[in-house]
Structures are given as C-alpha cells and as structure tokens.
C-alpha cells in the first residue's frame, strides 16, 4: 500500500547512523575513520586495487605506511624474516628491527595526531578543518548536500508529542495544501531532525522551542529514496526541551489507493453525474505522503486536525468535531478534538458528501456512513458495530476510549477495510447489505469484517506493534477475534468449518521453502508490504486459537486483559504477549513464552508422525517440507517446535472427549489408559500441525470413516481429509490411499468435510485440465459425481436452510454448473432468462445467484444483460455477483476488454481488478490470457497497486498457481528477472515460482497412479 523504492548499497563505509552522537556535530563537521587505515584491516594484500583504494594508498604513504606491490604480495616479501633450513625461523636482523621500530613509532603517532585534532579529516591535501568527504559516510540530500542519516528506520534521538495538521483539498484541481506543527521532545543533543516525507513540496520550515514566540529559519534536506527529510537546526536542540516544527507544502491527491487519495464515483447509477471524494489510507508508511511525519508505529502522539473545505462538502476525522468556522472565498474549516496518543497510520481524514444514520450505546456515537444513494443499505452494519462494540468492551474489560465511532464505505477502496481510531474505512461490499440481493454469505462477510476492525481498535490502536516484524500482534489477533466474536454474538452465522478452512490454505503457502517466520525481521518498505499476508492474519490466528485452547478459556482472557491494560497507548514486542500470560498462568513448569517462539521464530510447521503399539503411542517430529530442489532451502531439519497435541481415541468416556499432550522433543512416546481401536490427533484442527499416521492406523481411521463417520466430529473428518491429501502430495502416503478415504463421502452430509474435499479434487482437476489432458480430467469429474451426485441432486434452488446448509448448495452447485453436470446449467439457464425476462425485477435466491449470473454469462445476449445490468444497479453486493459472472465468460475478447477496462477504472473500479483477474485465471478460456494481461501489465499495475502489495501477491499468485510444466516455469522466471533483481526475489514471486515447481513434481509422482486409479 506504498509506493516501493529500490534500495542501493549502503557506501562501504562504518556507519555512524546506528550509534546515537552524544555529542552532535556540526552539519557541514564529521570526525571518521580514515579509510586508508581500514583498507590494511580488511587485508586486501591478495587482490588489485581499484581506483579509489589506489588514491588510499597514497593517503597512506604520506603517513609512512606504504601498501606493498599488489604484483608480489606479501606472500612474495622474504625480507626480514628468513627461513632456515629445518623450517624454522631465523631471528630478525639488527638493521631490520630498528627500521621497523621506526616505521612503527612514526605511522602511531600520525594517527594519533588525526584522531586528537578536532574535527580532522586527513586527506591527500593534508588535515581540514571542514569535512568534505561526509557523502562516503551517509548518503547525499537531493540538492547534493550530505544527507545526516543512512538507515531506513529513523533515528530515535528526537520523538513527536503532538502534531496540529491543517489539510486543504480541492477535488477539482485535484490537488491538496497542508501546514503541520509538530511538537517534538529531545531525548538526545543533536543538531538534525530526521522524519518521513513523501512526494510533498514543502515551501516553509521553521523551528523554536516551545516557549519561545520566535521561530527561526531551519535547512531542509530531502533523501526520497528513504522518504526522510532532515531539519538543521540552527543551534544544537537540548536533552529534555521540547521544539516546535512548522512547515507548509502542497501535493496531489494521489491517483492510487494510498496516502491522501482521490475516488470517482457516479451520483445517481442510472446517470453519469460524476462525484469525487478524498480520502487517506495510511497504513502502512503512508501518513508521510499526506503530512511530514515520524511515520514509524512507535512514534505514538496526539493529534490535532483541522480541514479547510468547500462548503457543499463535508469532513470526517478520528474524533468528533469540536468548531466549524466559515472562511474567504466561500470555504469553511472544521477543527476536530485532539486525539488520543496514537501512531500516524491510523490518522484519519474524508472530505465529500456521505450521508450517515447514527446509534448511541454507552455514550459513545455509532455512525454508518456511505454516499447519499446507498444509506439504505446500512442499517445492519450499524446494528452489528453496536453490539460488537458492547462485546468486546466487556471481553477486554477495557471501555472503548472515543467519543464516537464511524463506520464509512468508500466507493473505491484497495483493502476490505482499515481500522483508523474512531473513523474505520470499509469497501462497499465488506460493510453495505441490502436484504433482497445479500446472501446470508454476504452477510456473515459483512459481520466478520467489522468484527475484525473493531478488534483493532483494541489489538493495534490501544496496544500497537513496535515494528513492523510484529504485524501479527495486529493482523493475526483481529483475525482471532473476529471469528471468536461471531461465534459468541452472531452464531447463526458462525460455521465451525469456516476458519480451519482458511487454516488449511494457509498451511499449503506456509509449506513452502519461501514461506517467512510469523515475526521476521523487515528492513524496507517491500518487506513491510509483504507481510501483509496469510501467515501474519491466519497463522497468527492460528497459533493464538492453538493457545487458547491449551491454556483454557478463562486463563487466555485473563492473559489478554492484562496485556491490553499494561501496554494501553504503548507499543509492544511479541515477548510482551507472552510475559502476559506467564504472569497470569503463575507456574514456572509452563513457559509460554518459550513455548510460543518455536512458533513465531520458525517458519513452517510440524509433521507429527503417530505409531500405535498396543497401549503405548510412539511420537516424532519433523518440518513439513516440500522435497523441491532449490539452492535457497531454507528450513532446517533440526527446527523443533513445542507442539501441544490432542487426540481422541475409540474408548473416550464421552463424544468427542480428548486428551492433551506436550510435545516438547524430536520423539517421545505417551501411554493410553486401555486398548484402542483407532486414535486421532489434532482434535477439530485446533493444532497447527499435519499428522502421518502409521499404516495400520490410516487402515483404521479409513474404516470407522466408512462404517461410524459421525465417531469424528466433521471438523476432525475435514482434517482427515486435508491431511492425506497434503500427504500424498509429499510422498509419505500414496494417492491411493487418499482416494480410499474420500470413499466414505457417499455418507457424508456435513459441510465441511465435502468442501475439503471439493477441494482437493478440484486443485488435481485444475492440474490435469490445464495441462490439456481431457480425458483424465474428464475421469476425475467423474470420480467426483460419484462422490457428489446424490448431495448435487438433493439441492433445491431455493434460499432456504441454516447458513451451513446454504454454503454446501453453493459449493455443489458451483461444482455442477461449472463442469455441466447432472441438470444443473439447465435449471440455472432457465431462472436467468425469467430474470432478464422480467427486467431484472423478479426475484432470484441470493445465496445462489452468481451460479444463474454465471450461467447467464455464458451467451452474448446473456453477457451484454448483465454488463448493463451492473452500471445500472446500487446494490453493491448483487454487482459483485454480476462482475464475478462478467469474468466467468469463455469469450476471450469479452475477458480481455473486461480485465483493461477494470485496469482503467472506468466502468469497472480498479478495486475490483484483482477479482475479475483471479475469476478469469480459473476458468480454462481464460487460464493463459490472465498472466498475459499481468506481463503486458506489469508496469502500470504496480504504479496503481505497488509493487509489494497484498493486490499484487493475489494476482501473482492466483495467474501462475495452475501452471505444471518446466515451459510455464522458464517463462515466470524468465519474466520476474527481466523487470529487475529486486522484483525476482519479491516472496510472492518466489511462492509462485515454487508452486509451480511443486505442482510439477506433483505431476511426475502421481500422475501415472492417477491413470491407474480412474
């Protein structure tokens, strides 16, 4: 969600950056090393010069220490030191001790005469008082002046206190002003300043200390390819005094979905009135392109905002706001309360027109905000934000901090949603709900995603990651929250099934050798982007989930209470989280925190091998890995986790009761109370673990499942599932088996264990299918109608059933439909054209209707319907449906005019491009021209996007995920390393690279089994 730089090496040089100056020089001053004495350090003797080193040398002769001839070497030079002929040493000579006496004493008290000079730099032309060399130390400032910092995180010498921003947007011109004061507090002396700026054109800098009504004149520097500035000051800025910067600058409202950005869109759908609105989306180094700023989550302060605006328009900050007063010209300016202490990515400003209905609960103003046209449909959003806000104030124990909370969706928004304090961005699909065209699928989206930014305002804004390296804190608690919430407030629609499912996709990117550590260290902004991914949001649910379960309800709640109320308005590490718990759980047998950083330190995951001798259960441990050949493989053998383990086995007392166990070491072995017939680990998939069963013990879980499935609960089946299929995948068990197991779905009813298995089978469908293999793939669908045909044949095109109920007619009939079974693109046909017949005006059973879009889609007429259809509706979630069906089409110039036109954001908001991409990859028409749209592309997508973007990695990954042949291989690479080094070794370029390395090898080990098999 930034813009992305490309890093140059750091100069060769010691960098003085990383260590605080106690006492600061001055600007144009610096006291170095110099460089000839480090070059004999490094012991260049056995390698040639270059030019600059050559000019070293001579520095070094005129202090007496002359480099020997590169030609002979000091391996050549006999001189002094004299071998006898037994092979040891003679003593050196008189005349050679005395002349290396000399040479020693001179060449000391040279260089103790530079380093006792102040401020001395010797150069060829001898010892100056002023530096001229600073820019082989730190980098130079755009106008060629040496830039004063050279590391990508700012220094810590100087933090803000309070920041007073006054922004003016002008949605014609497109353009926007802005002054800021900020008040810093000096920890350390120093003469600079360094902070964030980004593509800002700042015209005034001043700066006094805070007592003093005098502000002087300060030096700006600028260093973009690290988005700092640096302030000199004109006197150095004392410990413990605070100082006031001002400045004033001017930029555009940016064309893409970060910073201080522009939206189009249309008043009224049936015309083409077009309106603008401005709005910010920060996280995560963007604050910097909207005001200067220490743009680093630690760096918490208050802040000020005041927005000049047209009169017609209207603002929206974090708080309420406080005075309103009318100024020259026709415009107005709103000033809103100072905040809380919060980091600048959380920083919050809309300015346009948006209407709003509004709650109270406990004194605090919930407000659901959208344009004028769509207010009707955000009725149950407001509902829902109210009663999470009640449950979450009660599970933390912690009183929500703001006067208000708003609720607002945007027209055109890149993210679902971000959790700025008090004023939460949503896209309008992820917050609107209109009850004749959302789905309960649509609205259990809408819950869990408020349910998700409202977590944060506790999980992030209260309490926020110190770096970036911790994002999980973030991104991985709002995703257990989320789906712990909806369980506890909404659990008509909550589906057991629904986040293991996630977990298993999760699992299959964490397999891989370029999967990263939850908490990795990040030192750029790509590196930042990219950990905004499934690992940090699933995985780090994930393992939170895994705890909870471990420690017990109660203790977990009381750990987190703890944790939020220590560190409120701080940052935090992920040790912090873990000290929490330690100190609630109060026993030095357990230590979370030793527990938990196998888990957040390694990346991967543990594959536990289970082996039954009678009452005695043998354990071992080992990582999950892919057997790719990679020059880069980086998961060592030897990581071991601390793994809490549970299993149920055939004589528990009670349904579905289980034990637990900590596995701690490669192996161990643990003892059952009495003989079992079968024993599974991992009970409902709350452990982030796969598990190889011994063969004996496969046979009997394959047993029970064909004659007492319901012994396992159906998350327990779905694991069942996931786990022999990724299995086979490795190796460790043959497909044959897998098929064997997913025999028993003929009995099965629940909705989870179908989806997984739709899944597996569709992932080996899609393989064969794009490799042109029709004949095979055409056997697996029909595997697959053996398995499914009673449960596609039972399904009713009707609204009707529990959410669960709904989900699985979904699945089956998207199945169906899309490969022509049964009746399916019959009956599907036929409820389109009643629909387009009646103008779109007869009513159609939402949690079906992208499947009757979809087979709509499928003729001209039916396409062209539809497209009108979508620039003429409101509904936002009925368009949805209408573009995923539009991507459906086998038409390749209706894919490819649909894909450019999305580009473009005309018709099709560009928000909306990675959906119509990944929905056209998926389909054979358009399986190959996706990723030829994406190379044709690459340029202006990652100018809209950014490189590093979570958008990016979605495109990535989901136009080359089907690729199986060494051809599609060559060519990804090929293309990544034509762009640049740094866009080949981007992780989601590397993870699409292995995919299709695994899915080729996928294919040589299975796929002559797979022949045998169908």
Known sequence: MIENSMFEEEPDVVDLAKEPCLHPLEPDEVEYEPRSSRLLVRGLGDHEMDEDEEDYESSAKLLGMSFMNRSTGLRGNTVGYRQSSDGSCSAPSVRTTVICAVVLVIAVSVIMAIYLLPKCTFTKEGCHKQNHTM?????????GKPFPWANFRLPGAVVPVRYDIVLQPNLTTMKFWGSVQITVKVLQVTWHIILHSSKLNITKVTLSSSGS?????????EYPLNDQIAIFAPEALLVGQQYNINMEYSSNLSESYSGFYRIAYNNDNRNSTKRWLAATQFEPLSARSAFPCFDEPAFKATFQVSVKRDNQHSALSNMPKKATKSLADGLVQDEFYPSVKMSTYLVAIIVGN??????????????VYSVPQK????????????ELLKFYQKYFNITYPLQKLDLVALPDFEAGAMENWGLITFRETTLLHEDTTSSAMDKKRVTRVIAHELAHQWFGNLVTMEWWNDLWLNEGFATFMENFALEKVFPELYTDYSFPNLQFKTMEKDSMNSSHPISLAVHSSEEIEQMFDAVSYIKGASLLSMLKNYLHSDIFQASIQLYLHDHSYGSTQSDDLWDSMNQVINDTRVDIKKIMKTWILQKGFPLVTVKREGKLIHLQQEPFVHNVESENQTVPASYLWSIPLSYTTSNGSLPFSFYNYLLQQKSDAVELPG???????????NGYYIVQYAEKDWTALIDLLKTEPTALSSRDRANLIHNIFNLAGLGRVSLAKAFDLIDYLVKENSTSPIIQALDQMNRIFNLVEKRGMQTLSARILHKMLQLFKDKINQQKWTSDGTLSEQ?????????????????????????FNEWKDSNGTKSLPTDVMKIIFTAGAKTESGWNYLLSMYAYLVSEPEKLKILEALASADDVKKLIWLMQTSLEGSIIRSQDLPTVITTASQNLPGHLLAWDFVKENWDQLIRKFHRGSYTMQSIVIATTCQFSTQEHLLEVKTFFESKSEETAQLRFVREAIERIQLNIQWMEKNLETLEKLL
């Not at 948006?354 to 407000?367: C, D």
């Not at 003989?675 to 998939?685: A, G, H, I």
């Open 675 to 685: 003989d079992t017939q079968w024993v599974k680990f991992n009970v409902d998939s």
């Open 807 to 831: 989900e699985l007619k979904s699945s089956l009939l998207t199945f169906a439909c899309t490969h022509n079974l049964e009746d399916c693109s019959t009956d599907a046909t036929k409820l």
């Open 375 to 386: 207010l009707n449909h955000t009725e149950y959003a407001l509902d829902t934000a109210v």
């Open 213 to 221: 009504s005098q502000p002087k004149q300060a030096e700006l520097r």
């Open 135 to 143: 820019d082989d130390i730190y980098p130079l400032a755009t106008n």
């Open 354 to 367: 948006l209407a709003n209905r509004t709650k109270e609960t406990n004194g605090i103003q919930v407000s």
